[in-house]
């Protein structure tokens, strides 16, 4: 999220519920979302408990608000598609619970890349980036050597930990900035 996707967790959600982003993360349950992304709890126990004091609130409607709010990164589109006709393999790695099929029934995103890590199911199910075990996931799963990986990632943190596990890694800015960091490791577009 935030590289191929706009998440709208970091601004639409803390205004679906009146508040700041820092009132929100104060007020959210600690763990919830997270158990949420790795498949420990349901969307109904997501809603029961993502505030620390049991609030209700309408989880149909925070989940329609977040489908309304999907939408590409600028640029992202025109950057996967010419990367996808040139033939190169391209794949999701996202900490994001099962809504990212909400993304993908809106946006169509496997026309460009396989949702083949997701910290929810498959082969990372369970994970979360920088958790060393989701990059080993990713690298086992592809076998293919780790240097021959190229990771993408709007997070510092997750860039390191991909670096890390022995692939090249770009932190991404933009579309501009990452054809650019593309063309200079000699990636054809």
């Known amino acids: 999220m935030d590289t191929v996707v706009v998440d709208p967790f970091f601004d639409h959600m803390p205004k679906f519920f009146g508040m700041t982003f820092q009132e929100l993360m104060k007020a959210k349950h600690p763990t919830a979302w997270v158990e949420f992304e790795t498949n420990l709890i349901t969307e109904g126990e997501l809603f029961q408990k993502f505030f620390h004091d049991s609030r209700t609130f309408d989880g149909?409607?925070?989940?329609?608000?977040?489908?309304?709010?999907?939408?590409?990164?600028?640029?992202?589109?025109?950057?996967?598609?010419?990367l996808r006709g040139k033939g190169y393999e391209l794949h999701a790695m996202s900490n994001y619970p099962m809504w990212f099929r909400y993304i993908?029934?809106?946006?169509?995103?496997?026309?460009?890349?396989?949702?083949?890590?997701?910290?929810?199911?498959g082969p990372?199910?369970?994970?979360?980036?920088?958790?060393?075990?989701?990059?080993?996931?990713a690298i086992?799963?592809?076998?293919?050597?780790?240097?021959?990986?190229?990771?993408v990632d709007d997070r510092k943190v997750n860039v390191d930990a991909a670096l890390a596990s022995g692939m090249d890694a770009v932190l991404f800015e933009n579309a501009h900035q990452l054809e650019a960091e593309l063309k200079a490791r000699g990636i054809a577009l």
């Open 104 to 121: 993908e029934d809106k946006l169509r995103v496997s026309q460009y890349l396989d949702w083949t890590f997701v910290s929810c199911t």
């Open 140 to 151: 086992s799963t592809l076998k293919m050597p780790a240097g021959e990986l190229l990771f």
């Open 60 to 82: 149909e409607g925070l989940r329609s608000m977040m489908i309304r709010q999907y939408e590409y990164v600028d640029g992202m589109e025109s950057l996967l598609g010419r």
């Open 124 to 137: 990372m199910e369970g994970f979360r980036k920088p958790a060393k075990e989701a990059y080993e996931a």
